[in-house]
């Protein structure tokens, strides 16, 4: 029997806007010393109210264009719970089943051959705080939080399981990182962690519709 690799990818790109996607902070943390671009809404602090940023749903609507989406007449946010250190609120603002945009695609060559691949949806959420581990040379380790770069406006494009090999899916992220820069909504540099992208891969029967588990 033959098989075949399934892969959809969900890219993770950070916005070219000036500041953060709730709050007034400074979106260029990078060069800021640690904890130093900051508020109580970064901080997660008691009786603090989210305000949108503008810029950041102009930039979703603009990728949900160029990838031929339908933009969303209506949306909301919605509270995604995680119990991780680097969520300073304990949850993370993002979007579930009302996305900026969705149902679009985009095309990749690959061998001489022209595909299109699904976008599922793309939609607005925050980046979380950065952990950093560091390693005693005797005893244990510990971990510092830098939460700098935690609600940094952070677009999420979730890709159809629509891959069918490496070469296929590194072409997509090609594409899409030029899309992005192109159209000015992402520096997309992705030694800074401006592009990331998780990687859903499984493996099923040759030309048979059910996915298997994915990795």
Same mark, same amino acid.
């Given at each position: ?6 892969? @959809? ?21 990078q ?5 130093s671009?900051v ?6 602090m008691? @009786? ?15 990728? @949900? ?8 007449r ?11 250190p ?6 993370q603002i993002?979007?579930f089943?009302?996305?900026?945009a ?5 095309e ?6 022209t595909?299109?691949?699904g ?19 005797y005893?244990e380790?510990y971990?510092?939080?830098?939460i700098?770069r ?27 990182h ?5 159209? @000015? ?25 059910e ?5």
């Open positions: 029997m033959e098989y075949e690799v399934v892969v @959809g990818l969900e890219v993770h790109a950070q916005l070219l806007t000036k500041s953060k996607m709730f709050c007034g902070c400074s979106s260029e943390y060069d800021g010393e640690p904890n671009v508020c109580p809404v970064c901080m997660g008691p @009786g603090v109210l989210p305000v949108i940023n503008k810029k950041a749903v102009e930039h979703t609507i603009r990728t @949900g264009l160029a990838l031929g989406c339908t933009i969303a209506n949306t909301k946010f919605d509270r995604k719970n995680y119990p991780y680097d969520l300073m609120k304990g949850y993002s979007q089943d009302m996305p900026v969705s149902d679009g695609c985009l990749i060559q690959v061998d001489g051959q595909r299109s691949i976008v599922t949806r793309v939609h607005l959420e925050e980046d979380a705080a950065k952990l950093l581990h560091r390693t005693e040379d005893g380790g971990s510092l939080l830098d700098n935690a609600g940094v406006p952070l677009m999420e494009i979730v890709g159809e399981p629509d891959l069918r090999s490496a070469d296929e899916a590194r072409e997509y992220l090609v594409q899409l030029t899309i992005l820069q192109f159209i @000015g909504t992402s520096v997309a540099n992705m030694e800074e962690g401006n592009f990331r992208c998780d990687a859903n891969v499984s493996i099923r029967p040759k030309d048979d519709e996915l298997g588990t994915k990795v």
